[in-house]
């Protein structure tokens, strides 16, 4: 599959849950500025489960790439990078469902897309032109997907901790760590790695080659 034909830069952030993806993304999104990029995260594109009672949605398995609409994405992505605005959805992730609203974007020169499953998906894969992976510890990931179910998601340590052992983890190994190898870099020890940072930028600066935002 060939990349639509564009000037948009298209950068893709992955890593395990709590990896430090956001750290790297603010990183990105305030060096070239928040005008300049639009950053659609693939979390919101999980499946409405509207159809299923609430404890039934609460069995459900979040880090297998089933869970994402992920053709929509692409399709959304492909729309973009041939200068159509589209309709991002927003998803509830107490209730686990979709809000009736949806968040219209307009393209942009970068567009940044994150997510822990993005580099799974071959197709969604092929329109990135740069593919950078956080790499943390688990131990250090684990305590910081704790900190923000309980505090964001307003969940429980003990669901938080049965969801990790149960999915969480094992779909890691089976998904998000294999995926490692499409990555064109690689930041090691979480988003605050100073020299990956600066290598980060001095790639994205000659992929955009020579463009008003370099």
């Known amino acids: 599959m060939k990349k639509p034909k564009t000037n948009a830069l298209v950068i893709g952030v992955a890593g395990g849950s709590g990896s430090g993806k956001t750290t790297v993304v603010n990183l990105i999104c305030d060096h070239f500025g928040q005008q300049n990029i639009l950053r659609i995260e693939h979390d919101s594109y999980y499946r409405d489960l509207k159809h299923m009672p609430f ?3 609460l ?3 979040f880090d297998h790439p089933a869970s994402l609409e992920t053709d929509l994405l692409i399709q959304h992505l492909k729309a ?3 200068g159509y605005p589209v309709h991002v959805p927003q998803y509830n992730f107490a209730e686990h469902i979709r809000s009736e609203d949806h968040l219209e974007v307009q393209p942009t020169p970068v567009i940044l ?5 993005i580099f799974s998906e071959p197709e969604l894969r092929e329109l990135m032109d740069v593919k950078i992976f ?3 510890d688990d131990d250090i990931r684990l305590l910081r997907r704790i ?3 309980i505090s964001e998601r307003k969940r429980d340590l003990d669901s938080v901790l049965l969801q990790y052992e149960t999915f969480v983890r094992p779909m890691h190994l089976k998904f998000v760590e294999p995926s490692k190898r499409y990555a064109d870099v690689i930041i090691p ?3 605050k790695n100073q020299v990956a940072q600066e290598m980060l930028i001095s ?3 000659r992929k955009l080659d020579g463009s008003s935002l370099s």
């Open 55 to 57: 404890k039934d949605r």
């Open 59 to 61: 069995q459900q398995n």
């Open 80 to 82: 973009l990078l041939k």
């Open 113 to 117: 897309i994150d997510g822990i499953l």
């Open 134 to 136: 956080v790499d943390t």
């Open 147 to 149: 900190q923000r179910d």
């Open 189 to 191: 020890h979480g988003g």
């Open 203 to 205: 790639m994205i600066h």
